[in-house]
């Protein structure tokens, strides 16, 4: 268990690092500028950012004892 929790951290760190990586250095403009899809680079990060904290609270609602909402 503690070998699948630790890939589990370890490719959680490795997906952040390329997703930081991919946008360090964009301008304000270039973050903000929407794509094919309408959305722009920083709606992208706030969608991500969203389903980090649910997935959160989703953790500390099973760490808990409570079934997977």
Known sequence: MAEQRADLLAHYDQMREQLLSAING???????????DGWSVKHHLA????WDDLRASEVVRISAGHASA
């Open 26 to 36: 964009l301008s304000d403009a270039a973050l903000s500028e929407p794509s094919l």
């Open 47 to 50: 969608h991500i950012a969203l």
